[in-house]
């Protein structure tokens, strides 16, 4: 990663900041110069990954009462400002058909995916960026497009989290914008058991052979926080590998087929 994004003496916080997606977007953030507040449910991590990033860090759940507001004034305290949001923090829980989906782990699901990244959005707004402006990206999914099994309740969450994310850019301009990047499957802890047992297979499918890594997420979000997209706001931006085309590659002949 470069400093060649304009974000040197700006604030950055970043949710579920110290491992995958969250914590390679919290190192490219600070390599282009912002100075980082990391959120997380680990103690330990969180200080590790504050450490590491000469920034700061608040341990806990992004649905705790509270701790949408404990974390902006931490940013706010420590560095005077906050200019960048990185609504990252989620969970995929409960994972299976809906018809048994525990009431209460549902309701979590969207207290996390959804309610918390509004909530950490109206703390950043009206302690700083309703005045001096900034850029808010969520962390969506490509699969908020189109259903599967055993996914319904993160869809479904990440879902609301897109249209949540369109409402906010149509509010919050001119002064803030407010975009989501998309993943595809990426290398990382939280979507191991989908990857890990035919990473081979799947990546065979896609047009660009193999499954994401978080770096190629963080690239997506730091271009989206930069300067650079100051024209973009309400938008999704895919960085699936080419999943959702990846039907045109079953079509392909095979190497050395032609007509006969």
Known sequence: MTSSYGLRGRAALVTGGTRG??????????????????????????????????????????????????????????????????????????????????????????AVNVEAPLRLVQC??????????????????????????????????????LHLTQQLAGELGPGVRVNSVSPGLVRTEMARFVWEPGERDIARELPLERIGEPQDVARAVLWLCSDEARWITGADLLVDGGT?????????????????
């Open 21 to 110: 997606i969250g914590w390679a977007v919290a190192r490219a953030l600070r390599d282009a110069g912002a100075r980082v507040c990391v959120s997380a449910r680990d103690p330990d991590e969180v200080r590790r990954a504050g450490a590491e990033l000469g920034g700061v860090g608040l341990a806990g759940s992004v649905a705790d009462p509270g701790h949408p507001e404990a974390l902006t004034d931490l940013c706010l305290r420590s560095f005077g400002r906050l200019d960048v949001l990185v609504n990252n923090a989620a969970t995929n829980q409960p994972y299976g058909p809906l018809m048994d989906a525990d009431p209460d782990v549902w309701r979590e699901a969207f």
């Open 124 to 161: 950043a707004w009206h302690g700083w960026m309703r005045e001096h402006g900034g850029a808010v990206v969520t962390v969506c999914t490509e699969g908020a497009g189109h259903v599967g099994p055993g996914v319904g309740a993160y869809g479904t969450s990440k879902a609301a989290l």
């Open 244 to 260: 959702r085309v990846r039907a045109a590659r079953a079509a392909r002949p095979e190497p050395g087929a032609g007509p006969g």
